[in-house]
């Protein structure tokens, strides 16, 4: 049995605590929206917290299109951003959000941001066996007709493994895989490991502050994973859709790491939308433990 309930948690203030008794997450409702905490019921949390606010952004922009002073803050946890990334993406999301409560969970709406229009919110349910469904949502609400994605990222814990499946499929002639590389990658990176069937990427903290790495793909399989000494995390999303356009030079999932945390990112087909228009995104969460079936088979092959 599910049950949803109010509480404080850590510096985070007030969130919704949703629960099947094992597995648990807790909202955010003073800010974010945020995906603050996921763990098994007193375990170890799976999600970053950004309890030092070490990750922000201010300036003139902010300054001069919000209030003086304003910042957009990382926070941690999971949220839901617009892409392609520019500045009216870090719009800031530091007041309080409007909660409907459901069965077995809650739809989470922050206020339309003033540079896009844009309306977010995020319905999490949870079923009776621990799977977590976010339905993410984008409302336009006002301003100019506008292309994007919808980007749901998962901010993780450190010292994780990400893992992410490729693409297997004889397809002859055509080609199965992309990989997309950043700027700042460095293609030798040793956190990185490429093989014919999936690639790895190892958070380490021990790494430069400014040695940052991400690698994007578009996947068939719609699947991405975070592996602990503790558990696994496992994001589903739909696999990619022919014939339309995706972000990032074809992407639907992007794995991010720096010093302090993994960033496990899926994205939407690109929308056109005016005034009016919504579109949504889900994804499947669950999560797992170090004595299952799942946990043995992708640690297994990544070798924890």
Partial sequence: MVT??????????NVVNITNGKTELKVTTDIGPRVIYLGFKGGSNFMYEDINDAINLGGEYFDKNFKSGESWHIYGGHRLWKSEEEFATYAPDNYPVDVEYIDNGAVFTSAAEKMTGLKKSVKITMSDDGEITLEHRFDKVGGEKMECS??????TAPNGIAYVP?????????????????SY???????F???NDAFVIKQDASVDSDNNLKIGTLSPIGKAYEVYSFGMFEKSFAPFASGVKYPDNMCNLEIYTSFRMTEIESLSPMYTLSAGDSATHTEKWRIYSPDSKEYAEISGKIKV
């Fill in 4 to 13: 949803v309930s109010k509480e404080t948690y850590s510096i985070f203030g």
């Fill in 150 to 155: 919808l980007w749901a990222l998962t901010v």
């Fill in 166 to 182: 490729l693409s297997a499929e004889d397809t002859g002639w055509l080609s199965n895989r992309n990989l997309v590389l950043w």
């Fill in 185 to 191: 990658d460095n293609v030798r990176d040793e956190r």
């Fill in 193 to 195: 490991d490429l093989r």
